[in-house]
């Protein structure tokens, strides 16, 4: 009996005396705690088609330190991108539903990441669109890509742009955005799609700054690649650097108007020259 006693004893002590008290743990220093994507600074949303992964990455990627993105995924028909399938994605019900899912975190921005619906709609038709999208997401400022690529060329003081699109554009939808910038009061050097031509797929950061680099002309004072799923982010630094004059893309610019909205001070580094031009949106 005591020597059972004993070995009951001697096991506790073995695993049980260097145990201490939560309670009486030192303080851990601050700079200790790691990055857990929390949104101090502000919430933004983005809604992005159900088949698309670029837009919230992108975002996410250039999301400064205590600026957190939460997408909300909307439901595509399954069509080819055409003017009508971009006229029926801006279309009650699917869009109006994410929106008000997405207003339910108390964003202080929502980002509509789909550039090709401003083409078919028109800035007419960008107008009702976010009006309707701001109803249902409780008066939640709605940034649509292209009123944001618009005003951040504005904020260069350009004239004379390029416009690159992605190599899934057809030529209808690639046409109608020229028509678009050029009522905004654009010149438009180049209009142009990305060659070869192919379904949506993930294009990497080298080809898509070798064929602006190959293909923007001397002329342009800046450049807008269109198409939120075409990942042209990663290039941008380097294509600044290579043409000296200003690289915009759609993620890029509706992020950038989204930070004007919640006017953080946490800065965007290494995605552009825009970044530059932050502070409270009118």
């Known amino acids: 009996m005591k020597r ?30 790691q990055p857990d994507g929390v949104g101090s600074l502000g919430r933004i949303g983005a809604l992005t088609p159900d088949f698309d992964p670029v837009p919230e990455s992108e975002i996410c990627a250039m999301a400064p330190h205590g600026v957190s993105i939460h997408a909300s ?24 539903n994410a929106t008000q899912q997405l207003a339910a975190l108390k964003p202080q921005a929502i ?9 078919a709609l028109g800035t007419d038709g960008d107008d009702l669109l976010r009006a309707r999208l701001e109803k249902a997401g409780g008066s939640v400022p709605v940034v649509l890509t292209c009123p944001a690529a618009v005003e951040a060329l504005w904020s260069f003081e350009v004239h004379r ?17 020229m028509n678009y910038f050029r009522k905004q009061g654009f ?82 580094v290494q995605y552009g020259r825009v970044f530059t031009n932050i502070g409270p949106t009118h």
Do not use: C
Request: aromatic share 8%; hydrophobic share 45%.
């Open 161 to 177: 742009v390029a416009l690159v699109h992605p190599p899934w554009f057809s030529e209808e939808v690639s046409t109608a955005g």
């Open 187 to 268: 010149e438009v050097v180049l209009d142009a799609r990305m060659t070869p031509a192919r379904s949506f797929m993930e294009v990497q950061p080298r080809e898509v700054y070798e064929w602006v680099k190959t293909n923007v002309p001397r002329q342009a004072e800046a450049v807008f690649i269109g198409g939120n799923g075409l990942r042209a982010t990663g290039a941008i630094q380097a294509l600044e650097e290579s043409l000296g004059r200003p690289v915009l893309t759609a993620n890029q610019v509706a992020l950038w108007k989204a930070l004007r909205i919640v006017a953080t001070t946490s800065k965007v």
């Open 4 to 33: 059972r006693k004993f070995i009951t004893l001697g096991g506790s002590a073995a695993i049980g005396t260097t145990a201490v008290p939560l309670a009486i743990l030192p303080a851990m220093p601050r700079s200790q705690w």
């Open 73 to 96: 995924r909307v439901t595509w028909n399954g069509e080819h991108l055409s003017l009508r399938s971009a006229r029926a994605f801006a279309e009650p019900p699917h869009i109006d």
């Open 111 to 119: 980002i509509y990441a789909f550039t090709s619906s401003s083409y």
